[in-house]
């Protein structure tokens, strides 16, 4: 954990450890494999890099989103993993699989969170190459990750109501 | 109106009515121009489309997201004509002002809707071609749009909490 002790430019770092904690409970329970986290930095700009994401909402007393990007390959792994069957990238299954992936992480950290926040279901996006920016009134702390089937990112992008 | 006046597959009109209202106000007072609305149709599959997408996402009584999608050419037009000037779609204050636009639209709608609804800060996409997924268990609408900028279509996704 010692990459995120340090606090980031606007981060509460007390918002983002339930995010780390939920990622690595959710691949260890759910893909039987071990999520690594990697130094995470703040994202100023947004930069086109990665295939498939999922986005889930935070309203209340928690405002943002959390994001789960992954290159295309490390998605059909991740998803090959987590349904126990391949699943083709065009199909409303794989969408499905990788929403419901990202709902269980953002649900175990609005759990650890324990403010009164509610989550939106997930959106996912699938694109090569997409990008996805939020206000830049809420900072963005991205948290590279690897797992057995490759490595994504967790973008968190969160602040608590005023 | 009549084409969202018959009742689609699992989609209460009442729900989608705001959101068209609030197109066709944002579009007259913020862009100057008529956003005139197409028949609407139940999006089954996420079908590759769009260029720019903004997602805000209702939780509370209302649940699911709204999703303000455009081709690049209409998205650069309508960015032009709402922050007054030309701006580079990979630049941070594009992708600000397509959230904003979608902000808006959402706003506008959840005032209408008057249920005990939060939205979500805009995410916006920007990547060639995506598409973009919801669980299957709430019914998306697909609102085609013109406007003086060109076409862009809108997707509600929403239904209230049980």
């Known amino acids: 954990m010692e990459a995120v002790a340090e606090p980031k430019q606007g981060i509460n770092v007390k918002l983002i450890v339930p995010f780390i904690n939920s990622v690595r409970n959710v691949f260890s329970k759910m893909l039987n494999t ?3 986290i990697q130094r995470p930095s703040v994202k100023m700009v947004p ?10 909402g935070f309203s209340g007393r928690i405002l943002g989103s959390v994001v789960v990007s992954f290159p295309m390959a490390t998605a059909m ?3 090959a993993g987590f349904a126990g069957m391949e699943m083709d990238p065009t199909s409303a299954d794989f969408a499905d699989a990788v929403g419901e992936l990202a709902n269980m992480i953002a649900g175990g950290a609005k759990k650890d969170l ?3 926040a509610s989550i939106t279901c997930p959106s996912v996006i699938i694109g090569a190459g997409h ?10 702390l ?3 990750c690897d797992s057995g089937f ?7 992008s969160i602040k ?3």
């Open 34 to 36: 071990t999520a690594t």
């Open 47 to 56: 930069v086109p890099q990665y295939d498939v994401s999922a986005i889930v």
């Open 77 to 79: 792994k991740t998803v």
């Open 114 to 116: 324990g403010a009164d």
């Open 131 to 140: 990008s996805i920016a939020r206000l830049r009134d809420v900072p963005c």
């Open 142 to 144: 991205a948290i590279p």
């Open 150 to 156: 490759g490595s994504f990112v967790i973008e968190v």
């Open 160 to 162: 608590e109501a005023a």
